[in-house]
């Protein structure tokens, strides 16, 4: 079992940076594929983006590519979520998962975060 917790969110306005922060406790962060999912009032979580256990590989939904870079910190067992040139259609909760086997659907991943709100203005 992992725990984890999302810090980060916030209001900002379109065009505007945030990083979202993902610290997992229990079992070794390393060995899990970490993601960031988003959710959207009355929309379904989607996926955003992974990271490979070593952080050596990644993965981004088409929407968030080139605008949103993920990374982790094996060592501190955290994941960043480096978040830049935001728009509104950006604003969700944000929810940080871990996953053994990695994947872009919710069923692959077995721990979430609370989630962390990600609110971008126009």
């Known amino acids: 079992q992992v725990q984890l917790v999302e810090s980060g969110g916030g209001l900002v306005q379109a065009g505007g940076s945030l990083r979202l922060s993902c610290a997992a406790s229990?079992?070794?962060?390393?060995?899990?594929?970490m993601g960031w999912f988003r959710q959207a009032p009355g929309n379904e979580r989607d996926f955003v983006v992974s990271i490979s256990r070593s952080g050596g590989s990644t993965y981004y939904a088409d929407s968030v590519k080139g605008r949103f870079t993920i990374s982790r910190d094996n060592a501190k067992n955290t994941v960043y979520l480096q978040m830049n040139s935001l728009k509104p259609e950006d604003t969700a909760v944000y929810y940080c998962?871990?996953?053994?086997?990695?994947?872009?659907?919710?069923?692959?991943?077995?721990?979430w975060g609370q989630g962390t709100q990600v609110t971008v203005s126009s």
């Open positions: 229990g079992r070794t962060f390393s060995n899990y594929v």
């Open positions: 998962a871990a996953s053994w086997s990695g994947g872009t659907t919710r069923n692959a991943y077995a721990f």
